[in-house]
């Protein structure tokens, strides 16, 4: 019930087109669901979060669309670039208990976006 | 934005060394760090949980007495690797978050990888 489950395990996609990465989840006490981003060698940085009060949010070209009651979330990168090319996780946290604070990440997502 | 700082950023030792990793937050108080680690193209696996001044919460299966976490201040926690083994090598990242909901984002060091021969 702690899983995060995300695909595609990897994702290839031309200069400018749209980059969407998918994740689900069981446990309905998540309330914080962050995505980041992670170049090789290097930890992973946050791009964006959601609660799930709101079913969208964006952030230049970075969009997360949230279904409750699907227990699902994704990521949309938008005009996607080169430079966008890294590994990209979803994760999620619920509040209180031993858990407090504690992230669950998803498989990871190898997006390759070519020239 | 918060930056959290690791150090080192990559060791290679002995086999049955002891290794020290730091993590600082440098431009905040962090009262909770947490410790994980990574295999390659792998998702980042936790491996325990430490609070400011008091004994880390280890996750199930990650051996206490092998890995030692102290947490002395709010801007620095220690993962020290005991009599480490080529098993042991992989990156270890850590991350730091401030005390009050869970909705606190965690920011993460860029890591230390491990090499043990």
């Known amino acids: 019930q702690q899983q995060v489950k995300q695909s595609p395990q990897s994702l290839i996609v031309q200069k400018g087109g749209i980059s969407i990465i998918n994740c689900a989840y069981e446990?309905?006490?998540?309330?914080?669901f962050p995505w980041y981003q992670q170049f090789p060698g290097k930890g992973p940085a946050l791009l964006i979060a959601?609660?799930?009060?709101?079913s969208e949010k964006k952030e230049g070209r970075f969009t997360i669309s949230f279904n409750k009651s699907a227990k699902q979330f994704s990521l949309h990168i938008m005009d996607s670039q080169p430079g966008d090319s890294a590994t990209y996780f979803c994760?999620?946290?619920?509040?209180?208990?031993?858990?407090?604070?504690?992230?669950?990440f998803g498989q990871g997502t190898i997006l390759t976006v070519h020239p | 934005g918060a930056v959290v700082s690791q150090h080192p950023s990559w060791v290679i030792c002995k086999s049955g060394t002891s290794v020290k990793i730091e993590c600082r937050s440098l431009?905040?108080?962090?009262?909770?760090m947490f410790w994980y680690r990574q295999f390659p193209k792998q998702s980042l696996m936790l491996m325990a949980t430490?609070?400011?001044?008091?004994?880390?919460?280890?996750e199930q299966g990650v051996e206490k007495d092998k890995f030692l976490i102290n947490h002395a201040s709010l801007t620095l926690s220690t993962l020290t690797v005991t009599s480490a083994h080529p098993e042991d090598s992989s990156f270890y990242i850590c991350?730091?978050?401030?005390?009050?909901?869970?909705?606190?984002?965690?920011?993460f060091g860029d890591g230390t990888r491990l090499s043990i021969l």
């Open positions: 991350s730091a978050t401030m005390y009050g909901s869970s909705n606190q984002p965690q920011h």
């Open positions: 446990n309905t006490a998540f309330d914080y």
């Open positions: 959601i609660r799930p009060d709101v």
């Open positions: 994760a999620a946290s619920r509040p209180g208990g031993t858990s407090y604070g504690k992230l669950t």
């Open positions: 431009d905040f108080q962090a009262t909770t």
């Open positions: 430490s609070n400011e001044g008091s004994k880390a919460t280890y």
